[in-house]
């Protein structure tokens, strides 16, 4: 598990991909203490394993599954990464929780700097749109940010200067694609809520406050 704050922006190195899934090695600094073999990485968002470290890279396997629904496919060697290592029981949650699991990508359509921060706003699938919420927390790149608008087709965040400038997030442009990870509650609520409805055979458009407050919420 992860919190969405950034410790550290590192550089694609080497990026190889054949037999189905990928090799990366990501020069880095900071991230690599008490970092050992097997541990986890979030890059980009993307929860990998440490395969092999040196005192300035590591190494991580993806696999094709998250080559084709990420947008680490994409990547070129020279490309920034906005990286963090998994969550210590001991650590502040400074952001939210975060799995490294990715819901979907989305497209940057807009980027406006305002006084107040730098607006972005970012198309997604309905499928992923219809965890996010207003004033709720998601995922970009890894990046815990606070949702200020959503509709039916985009959702926008302000980020603030300190965040801009430590991701990855000032080289993304229009059009440029994003990893979303929505917020784990809604995702848990809604199975808890399905398995409830297909075992009483009730249709979830009949879903009611009563009837969450009837099932326990």
């Known amino acids: 598990m992860f919190t969405g704050i ?3 922006v590192g ?8 037999n189905g899934f990928g090799v990366m090695v990501i020069k880095c600094n900071d991230i690599l203490d008490d970092t050992k073999i097997g541990d986890s990485i979030a890059t980009n968002g993307v929860c990998l394993t440490v395969k ?3 005192s300035y890279s590591f190494k991580a ?10 947008n680490l496919g994409s990547l070129k060697v020279g490309d920034k990464l906005n990286l963090e290592r998994a969550l210590r029981l001991s650590d502040r949650l ?6 490294g699991h990715i819901d979907g990508v989305g497209k940057i359509v807009s980027v ?3 006084s107040d921060g730098t607006w972005f706003t970012i198309s997604a699938p309905k499928d992923v749109l219809k965890y996010i919420i207003y004033k709720g927390s998601i995922g970009i790149d890894g990046i815990s940010l606070t949702v200020a608008y959503v509709d039916d087709e985009v959702f926008k965040v302000s980020v603030i200067p ?4 430590n991701t ?12 979303l990870e929505c917020d784990l509650v809604g995702k848990y609520i809604e199975k808890l809520v399905g398995g409830r409805n297909a075992s009483n055979k009730t249709d979830t458009s009949t879903i009611t406050m009563d009837f969450l407050k009837n099932n326990g919420f």
Do not use: C, R, Y
């Not at 400074?94 to 799995?99: D, L, P, R």
């Open 94 to 99: 400074g952001g939210h929780i975060v799995s």
């Open 112 to 114: 406006k700097e305002e």
């Open 162 to 165: 300190h965040t801009l400038d």
């Open 11 to 18: 550089v694609l190195q080497e990026f190889n991909i054949g």
């Open 52 to 54: 092999e470290k040196t």
């Open 168 to 179: 990855i997030l000032p080289h993304k442009k229009v059009n440029s694609v994003v990893n």
């Open 6 to 8: 950034i410790e550290e």
């Open 61 to 70: 396997e993806v696999m094709g599954e998250t080559l084709a629904k990420s």
